[in-house]
């Protein structure tokens, strides 16, 4: 039975028109390929094949708000992309696999997925002029995806913005002759508290991981005089949240909303001062860092090339996970900012530079931090391993706890604290516009009332944040850091992948670049996106369920229902794909026995897929042999 198709008179109306072959020939595939408003349309032309006619470019940009300049667009890019783990994370990453080697892994996987899915998601933003979840006309059964992104983005602000306030609270208690965390003589502060000036080698050498024992004034300062740690047992006593913490909190959530409050007008603009603050102030750090005693040998390690490591599989895992969330593919982010470009605009060469910008990045932090953990071993008589961490430890103790032996100690803090509060707030940022762009996008009404949404999204994060700042709340920090955007947000760029490459086709996907640019994407670009990139998705999957820990902070193991919570937030966004996609099938109009074998033939069009992807990534042993 046919499903009752329209014809959309806008096609017709909207101005000089020519040829558009995006679009199949066959009206049963319509749900699956292409939407306009809502609503599921064809032509005459369609059903007869003749060929369809589409708007002209020129009017592509009508009603659409675009970036005041092209600069305010790619700093906005960079600024998302290049975030606290290009610190906190890549440095230490390469120390551990290697050194030097780990750029071997690091950049394959960068030109065989990172940069294509880049590149997909800024390409598919610009054309459609949509947020994540209305980007989706393309092809409405994916449309889950949209929502379930735009869920994690939501997530990743409950605690991202945590680590921002944490960051101001930190650069607040700089300002003062004596940092807080340099000696022992504060109210925080146990007997156990040790200044390690006053340590000598050979008691500091005996102390097995340097980087973990909390004896330390700055160890103190952030588990006891920040968090308030000691005061909690565990997530199940979480305490009520800091009032200090609290303001730090609502200063970061309200600077986020007046910066994005009337769209890319305004955040075009603070990115200038976001985006390229921590260039600056990395430079100076690393100056710093590299006049310091010790600091060669802290580089050496960084970059001592070891090529035996890349036969060990853990390698090529952290090179593949570190380069997809590096570069903040899925979180919707990439799609938001891309559509409000101007319709031609060169979205291929933005993502090769954009990219490029935030791999060289994570490189150059890890001269800056590394000189500084030369520095801090060299003082100490041990050795790199015993100071080198990543995470917050190394921003928030490790770090911090160098500054406080320089001369000057209270400026170096400063600046350190502003890079870090600079490079979350324009990544946060990123993550707030795409909640606010993919919903009002499909929801029109909130699009008149942008101001009011972005208020009440702001707000909700504020909310739900402030239960990371209670005593217990880095057990919840670690929880949501953990499940919010872990497994979810690979599954949900898997399925976009599939969504663009095989349901959409990439065929068509060139088609709608070369109408934007004038040329075709590259046979290399389209080999990525239709094979490679969804193998390196499914892949990354795989390794993140089957590397599966249960929970821990330290010494604490968290206990088994805290986990599902975590998998149950998880699930949360992963569902909204098949759900929706089957609310869509159900709503064609026909028979139950219609849609029930539509329902199942997609069906087993994705598990062939996915069995055709998984040979490339498991070898062949591992796969069931067919009967013959």
């Known amino acids: 039975m046919s499903k009752t198709v329209h014809s959309d008179p806008k096609l017709l109306s909207v101005g000089p028109l020519r040829e558009c072959n995006d679009l199949e020939k066959r009206e049963v595939e319509l749900i699956l390929v292409k939407e306009r408003n809502g609503v599921q349309y064809t032509n005459a032309a369609l059903v007869r094949g003749a060929s369809a006619q589409c708007p002209s470019t020129e009017d592509k940009d009508v009603g659409r708000e675009v970036w005041g300049k092209k600069i305010d667009f790619l700093l906005s890019v960079v600024g998302f992309a290049v975030d606290l783990a290009n610190v906190w994370r890549f440095p230490f990453l390469c120390y551990k696999n290697g050194g030097g080697a780990f750029l071997i892994p690091y950049l394959f996987f960068l030109l065989i997925a990172g940069m294509p899915l880049f590149y997909m998601e800024l390409a598919l933003g610009q054309y459609n002029r949509e947020g994540a979840a209305t980007v989706w006309k393309i092809c409405p059964i994916f449309k889950g995806v949209g929502y379930a992104v735009i869920l994690i983005a939501l997530y990743v602000g409950f605690y991202y913005n945590v680590i921002i306030a944490w960051s101001l609270y930190y650069l607040i208690s700089s300002f003062t002759m004596d940092l807080p965390w340099a000696n022992c003589n504060n ?27 909390k004896i330390t004034p700055a160890a103190e300062y952030y588990e006891r005089g920040v968090l308030n740690l000691h005061e909690s047992a565990g997530i199940h006593n979480l305490g009520s949240p800091r009032w200090q913490l609290s303001l730090c909190l609502f200063v970061v959530v309200i600077v986020i909303y007046f910066s994005i409050w009337k769209g890319v007008k305004t955040s075009g603009k603070v990115v200038w ?91 150059f932090s890890g001269f800056a931090i590394f000189s500084v953990l030369g520095y801090m071993a060299f003082k100490h008589g041990v050795d790199i391993a015993e100071v080198a961490t990543d995470g917050p430890g190394l921003v928030f103790v490790i770090y911090p706890e160098a500054i406080s032996t320089l001369p000057g100690s209270t400026f170096w803090a400063i600046m350190f604290f502003i890079m870090l509060l600079t490079l979350g707030i324009d990544s946060s940022m990123g993550g707030m516009e795409a909640v606010v762009t993919g919903i009002t996008d499909d929801f029109k009404i909130l699009k008149k009332h942008r101001k009011l949404f972005s208020f009440a999204t702001a707000a909700v994060t504020f909310l739900a944040a402030l ?26 760029v898997l399925i976009e992948a599939i969504g663009v490459s095989w349901f959409y086709g990439v065929d068509r996907f060139s088609e709608d670049i070369e109408r934007m640019m004038g040329s075709k994407p590259g046979l290399y670009w389209r080999i990525c996106w239709k094979f490679v990139s969804p193998a390196f998705l499914l892949f990354v999957v795989i390794v993140s369920i089957v590397k599966f820990k249960p929970l821990t902070y330290d010494e604490y193991v968290f206990p088994n229902w805290a986990n599902l919570i975590g998998w149950g937030v998880a699930m949360s966004s992963m569902l909204l794909v098949p759900v929706y996609a089957i609310y869509k099938l159900l709503s064609v109009p026909g028979t139950l026995k219609e849609v029930s074998t539509r329902i199942s033939s997609q069906a087993l069009i994705i598990q062939g897929l996915l069995l055709e992807l998984m040979k490339l990534v498991i070898p062949s042993t591992f796969l069931p042999i067919p009967p013959k």
Not at 200 to 208: A, K, Y
Not at 294 to 303: R, V, W
Not at 472 to 487: E, H, K, N, P
């Open 467 to 492: 239960v990371c700042i209670t005593n217990g709340g880095i057990y919840v920090f670690t929880m949501l850091d953990q499940f919010a955007a872990g497994t979810s947000i690979l599954f949900g």
């Open 187 to 213: 109210v925080w502060n146990t007997q156990n508290c040790t200044d390690p000036k006053l340590l000598n080698d050979s008691i500091f050498g005996n102390i097995t991981k340097y980087s973990k024992h």
């Open 273 to 363: 001062i976001t985006a390229t603050m921590p260039y600056m102030v990395l430079f100076v750090l690393l100056i710093r860092g590299i006049t310091l005693p010790g600091a060669m040998n802290g580089i050496k390690a960084y970059l001592s090339i070891d090529l035996d490591r890349l036969k060990e599989a853990r390698v090529w895992i952290d090179a593949a996970s570190q380069i997809f969330y590096s570069l903040g593919a899925g979180f919707g982010v990439l799609i938001a900012f891309a559509s409000y470009n101007k319709f031609n605009n060169n979205c291929y060469r933005d993502a090769i530079l954009t990219s490029s910008i935030n791999c060289v990045t994570s490189f």
